[in-house]
């Protein structure tokens, strides 16, 4: 069961830290990902990190502004966002999976409920 947290309200250029708790005990041999959703378009992605925590991947869209960083100590992995623009907002999801196709949406078989993300203009 993966838990998102840390959605919010912030204005443009701000900044917010996602975080998403697993349950279970195998999260590190999870890849992690996270997604999201504008109203009235499909899911895409967002960033995705290995198991290892290595080898992190970015959308074009986000790539220099969101972190992906995962502890698996914790059985945690977080997005932090900095640079927020209206674009960004979206309802944003964590998953978890074991393909290696970590930008598609078909690599993840474990979800979690989403949290909003809403950046004021």
């Known amino acids: 069961q993966l838990q998102a947290s840390g959605g919010g309200l912030v204005q443009t250029g701000g900044s917010l830290r996602l975080s998403c708790a697993a349950s279970?005990?195998?999260?590190?041999?999870?890849?992690m990902g996270w997604f999201r959703q504008a109203p009235g378009k499909e899911r895409e992605f967002v960033t995705a990190?290995?198991?290892?925590?290595?080898?992190?991947y970015y959308s074009d869209s986000v790539k220099g502004r969101f972190t992906i960083a995962r502890d698996n100590a914790k059985n945690t992995v977080y997005l932090q966002m900095n640079s927020l623009m209206p674009e960004d907002t979206a309802v944003y999801y964590c998953?978890?999976?074991?393909?290696?196709?970590?930008?598609?949406?078909?690599?993840?078989?474990?979800w979690g409920q989403g949290t909003l993300v809403t950046v004021s203009s």
């Open positions: 998953a978890a999976g074991q393909d290696w196709f970590l930008t598609t949406l078909t690599a993840y078989r474990y």
């Open positions: 279970g005990r195998a999260f590190s041999t999870y890849n």
């Open positions: 990190i290995t198991r290892s925590g290595g080898r992190p």
